[in-house]
């Protein structure tokens, strides 16, 4: 089992910057891929940014350019800094990882980190 901890979260005004930090705890080969997605009231979970293997990364159009994706691959942590913040990035962030088990390869999710944003 894998275990993913988001954290730094938090209320922030508009144009203010936060950065989330995922960290992925337990047995596993490796981790392949990690990303963020994030979920706004009365809305469908949404992609945010994903990094894959050493560097790769991709966005989503809303957040280019303001976000970026990182990982620490020694301390199995991934970050998203998040700069000049808007309204509309109030959501509850949460962290995916694609996990390399011995025989099987398998998705797993964090619990969620809370990020409002204040007009």
């Known amino acids: 089992q894998v275990q993913l901890v988001e954290s730094g979260g938090g209320l922030v005004q508009a144009g203010g910057s936060l950065r989330l930090s995922c960290a992925a705890s337990?047995?596993?080969?490796?981790?392949?891929?990690m990303a963020w997605y994030r979920q706004a009231p009365g809305k469908q979970r949404e992609f945010v940014a994903t990094?894959?293997?050493?560097?790769?990364?991709n966005y989503a159009d809303s957040v280019k350019g303001r976000f970026t994706i990182s990982r620490d691959h020694a301390k199995n942590t991934a970050y998203l800094q998040m700069n000049s913040l808007k309204p509309e990035d109030t959501a509850i962030y949460y962290c995916?990882?694609?996990?390399?088990?011995?025989?099987?390869?398998?998705?797993?999710w964090g619990q969620g980190t809370q990020v409002t944003v204040s007009s």
């Open positions: 995916n990882a694609f996990v390399k088990h011995t025989f099987s390869t398998r998705d797993y």
């Open positions: 337990g047995s596993f080969i490796s981790i392949a891929q």
């Open positions: 990094i894959i293997g050493a560097d790769s990364t």
